[in-house]
Every structure is written in structure tokens, then in C-alpha cells.
Nanobody, 122 residues
Framework: QVQVVESGGGLVQPGGSLRLSCAAS????????MGWYRQAPGKQRELVAA???????NYADSVKGRFTISRDNAKNTVYLQMNSLKYEDTAVYYC????????????????WGQGTQVTVSS
């Protein structure tokens, strides 16, 4: 069994900062990419940022220069530092992990967390 758990969401004023954390645990052999997605009311889920096990990153244009993704491979944890938050950043933020469960198989599974609410409001 694998669990992916996010934390760190909340209410913040425009221009403020939040740091999200996401930890994967359970039957994990290795984790390839980890990422953050978000879904605002009435909109589709969209990629915010992703990071490979080697540290290569990818960001949505809307968050470049404001958000930073990082990970601690030893802890199977990924972080999202969000600065200069805007009203339009309000959404439920979901973490995912693409992982292998055993050394005997190269099959990769994607697991999702339950989501954490980020609300930017004055």
C-alpha cells in the first residue's frame, strides 16, 4: 500500500507565501517524478510544477519566478514554496508521485494525494 499525503495549505493574503509539503510512504522501491497540480472551481486540473529524481524541474508559465519545487529523496518528500501569491492561485493543490514498487518490475504507478486547499484572499 502507498500513501501520498499533502500538508501546508491555508488562507493567505495576496503577496504572501505558503509552503506545501507532500510525503509518500508505504511499499515504495523508488520514486521517479513528483509533482504538484491544482484545480480551481470550475476549471480542469493543471500542472503547477514537477521534479525528477535527478532534480530536473518543470513549471507552469503562470508560476515561474514565484514558485519553487524541491524534493528530499531520502524522505520521499516534495515541497512547493509559493511566493508572491495571487488571487488566481486559489485552488486545491494535489501532489502526485510516479513510483516503482519493487526492484523486480519496471512498472511505474502514479499515486495522488487527497489535496490541500490554498486560498488567496484579503
Amino acid at each position: 500500500q502507498v500513501q501520498v499525503v499533502e500538508s501546508g495549505g491555508g488562507l493567505v493574503q495576496p503577496g504572501g507565501s505558503l509552503r506545501l509539503s507532500c510525503a509518500a510512504s508505504g511499499s515504495i522501491f523508488s520514486i521517479n517524478a513528483m509533482g504538484w497540480y491544482r484545480q480551481a472551481p470550475g476549471k480542469q486540473r493543471e500542472l503547477v510544477a514537477a521534479i525528477t529524481s535527478g532534480g530536473n524541474t518543470n513549471y507552469a508559465d503562470s508560476v515561474k519566478g514565484r514558485f519553487t519545487i524541491s524534493r528530499d529523496n531520502a524522505k520521499n518528500t516534495v515541497y512547493l514554496q509559493m511566493n508572491s501569491l495571487k488571487y488566481e492561485d486559489t485552488a486545491v493543490y494535489y501532489c502526485n508521485a510516479d513510483l516503482r514498487k519493487s526492484s523486480g518490475s519496471y512498472t511505474t504507478y502514479r499515486y495522488w494525494g487527497q489535496g490541500t486547499q490554498v486560498t488567496v484572499s484579503s
